[in-house]
């Protein structure tokens, strides 16, 4: 059991130093943006953030909330 316990420990920690490999070697290394409305392919194909994307839909609704009022 205590062997399973420790390759499995093993094995996680090198998955983490395989995706910190990038950040710890380079100089100012950071993650990239995985908010999509961050994304420029995402931004090219017209795909924005459900938000941003929601508040282009209520524009013009007569029915929309207004946050303000909630």
Partial sequence: MLKAILISAAIIGLGVL???VRIILKKNGTFHSQDVG????????GIGC???QDRQAQRGNP???HVDEL
Avoid: D, I, V, Y
């Avoid at 961050?38 to 194909?45: F, L, N, V, Y």
């Fill in 18 to 20: 395989g995706m910190c």
């Fill in 38 to 45: 961050q994304s420029k392919a995402m931004h090219e194909r």
């Fill in 50 to 52: 459900t938000r941003s």
């Fill in 63 to 65: 029915l929309r909330l």
